[in-house]
């Protein structure tokens, strides 16, 4: 890691006084010690802004004029949401749609990116690859075309067991007191009061008087009789059997295993698509070691040339027990929390989201918050007031992302559950940042190399000092991305606007809170690469004389050593 070895707080713009670290600003006491700085007013007025130069370097005025390259690769959403709310009402919170039958035409595509869409699920569980093949690259194509810049998901079916297709074109109601067969017996279209599971082992081990719980509560039933490799059950709970439903077994309130592997053989051949397909993230379902995430991100290293995220969906007993080794190696996490809420007792749902969106948050991985957030209105116009208050707890948890499933892939109103998400998301940041409670956020220490350190520091402090002085926007100029996330790690009220010329890290980005990713040509002259961006968000009408942004980098000249500057970026602390 590595920042601008020019001494903080060295440049004034605009309408602002020259500053000096042993003096004042505007009047009011400003004090650096051990890298905290602290102002005792924590918003400047808008015409007295200061930019800022801390291990880091800022402006807008002054600096040389640079011929530019007008193609910025900005999103045509991010750029229209700058220009209407400006720099402080930018949505930080980002958004994750799964794409199925009731959107996947390249024009309701088009709709979800221009509401606000980040992110497009596709869910393996479900359709052929060629149908999530023709998916992806009507997305690369708006993406290409209508300037767009959304990130593509998958998300591995795992080895679970569930109901084979039953041909029905929705779902089958399973009646209270009525008696089906479950059988792994491979036979073409339905029969009434049967249901053939995937899995030949399905019912090994399941004794008589075992619960049989069908998509996380959705029906229930109780096995009554084994019949070889079958079982009867009477259904004791009524309730859908949707296309594909999942099935878990009980007893003594204790889920029964079967010790199915985390990736399955059609897991590994769907992870070979998403690499030829060159997805952005996969998404790897019933985690219940870190084990089975370090082998699915070696095979990618050795696979793909392109560097494809590996999330974690927490939705079992043994993840949240194991959670901070599976947190440790993974790119990110999803808290499913559908499948978890079968496992896990209604009652701490809660508690378990919240406990996982602050660890993802201490150890810098992106947190994703998905299943049932706007459950109704796959039918319903509008939400339950429940919902919202639900969308509404996981924004005020710092989530860094809030995904739809069955909303948008098969809802009759996806669009409008994608703009609550957006209006809800919007709102609670707007009331967060009123209240101040980013103040009240402390992370722990992630690196133990002292560059690590460094950067740690620098971006905890180049934060704090943004949020005291009242920027309008953090720059980072960064290889990988690393930099960019730390920023984001620490929820800062002003948008962070990532430059890096890595596409990867651009895709990648797009999952981290608060983070605005735009892909730029830099090099190792860090006053070219400022003078440059800064020209071209001004060329876009984004910003204006009098702004005030704070630019930090993780770009290490290539004629430095890394002894050399990390003692550089010591001094800049300092």
Known sequence: MAVSSDSMLQKVFAKSPTFDSNKKVLGKSV????????????????????????SAEAGLKGLKSYEVNLDLGFDVVAERELREKGFLGVRKTKLVCTIGPACCSLEDLERLAMGGMNVARLNMCHNTREWHRDVIRKIKKLNEEKGFFVSVMIDTEGSLIHVVDHGAPSSIKAEEGSVWVFTATKFEGSRPFTVQANYEGFSEGIMVGDELVIDGGMAKFE??????????????????????????????????????PTLSIKDWADVDFGVSEGVDFIALSFVNDANSVKNLKNYLSAKSSKSIRVLAKIETLESLQKLEEIVEASDGIMVARGDLGVEVPLELIPTVQEDVTRLCRQLNKPVIIASQLLESMVECPTPTRAEVADVSEAVRQYADALMLSGESAIGLHGQKALSVLQMVSSRMELWSHEENRQSALHNSQLGDMLSDCIAEEICNCAVQMANNLGVDAIFVYTKHGEMASLLSRNRPYP????????????????????????LVDLSDDMEANISKTIDLIRTKGMIKEGDAVLLVSDLTPTHATSTTFQSIQVKTIV
């Open 31 to 54: 004090g650096i010690s051990g890298g905290v700085i602290s102002c005792n007013e924590r918003k400047l007025k808008s015409e007295d802004k200061i930019a800022v130069k801390a």
């Open 495 to 518: 948008p962070i606007f990532a430059f890096t010329s890595d596409n990867n890290a651009r895709m990648a980005l797009n999952l981290q809170w608060g983070v605005i990713p735009l």
């Open 223 to 260: 096995v009554v009789e084994r019949m070889g490799n079958d079982l009867r059950c009477k259904c004791t709970d009524p309730g859908l059997f949707l296309p594909r439903a999942k099935l878990s077994f009980w007893r003594d309130g204790k889920l029964s295993y079967h010790g199915l």
